[in-house]
C-alpha cells in the first residue's frame, strides 16, 4: 500500500480533515484501475475495518462514513486541483457515474502558486501600513477600529462609536511583523521529495 507524502497529508487534512486523507490514500492506492465514489467509500470502510476489526461504520442506524461525505471530500479535491474526475452515463438507470483520480503530481505547483499568493497578499498589507498613516480611540477599549488619515479627518478625528479622541497609532511592531512573516514565506522550502 503506497503511503501519502507528510506534507501532502497535512494539505489533505487542511482541507477536508481526516476523511480528505483517507480519501487521498484510495485515489493514491487505485492509479491503476477506474473508481468511483462508492468504490472509494467502500474500499475505506473495509480497510478500516482490516485495521480495526470491532469498529462499526453504522450508529443507531446513522451511518458513520456516508458516501455524501466522500462526494463532498472529492469536490473539495477537485477544487483545490488534487483530483480529476470523468462522468460517464449509465444507459440502463440515465445517472451519471464519476470516475475520480488523484493530480497529486501537480501538488508542488499548488504549493507555490499558494505560497505567491499569499506573499503577494502580505507584500500588499504591508505596503498599505507604510504609506498610511492611522488613528484609534483610545477610549473604546473593546473596539478594534483603525481609521487612515482621510477617515479620521472626515470623523474630525473623533471616534464615530463615543466621541473620543482619536489617537495616532504606531504601526511599527506590524510593519515588521509583516517582513518577517515575508521574509519566512521567501524562504520556505515547499519541494517535495519522494
Known sequence: MKELNPLLRSFLYIIGGDIAIEVG???????????????????????????????????????????????????????????????????????????????????????????RLMESKLRDRLKFEENNYFFVCKDCQDSNNKFNFDRAFELNFRCPDCGGQLEAQDNKDLIHFLKKKIVLIENLDLSISS
Open 25 to 115: 490514500i484510495e485515489l493514491l492506492n487505485s492509479e491503476e484501475e477506474d473508481i468511483t465514489d462508492e468504490g472509494i467509500t467502500e474500499n475505506i470502510k473495509a480497510r478500516l475495518k482490516g485495521e480495526n476489526p470491532d469498529m462499526s461504520f453504522e450508529d443507531n442506524t446513522e451511518e458513520f462514513l456516508k458516501l455524501n461525505t466522500v462526494r463532498k471530500t472529492l469536490y473539495k479535491l477537485y477544487s483545490g486541483k488534487l483530483a480529476q474526475f470523468r462522468r460517464i452515463r449509465d444507459k440502463s438507470t440515465g445517472w451519471f457515474i464519476y470516475y475520480w483520480w488523484h493530480e497529486f503530481d501537480l501538488f508542488e505547483e499548488i504549493l507555490m502558486e499558494k505560497r
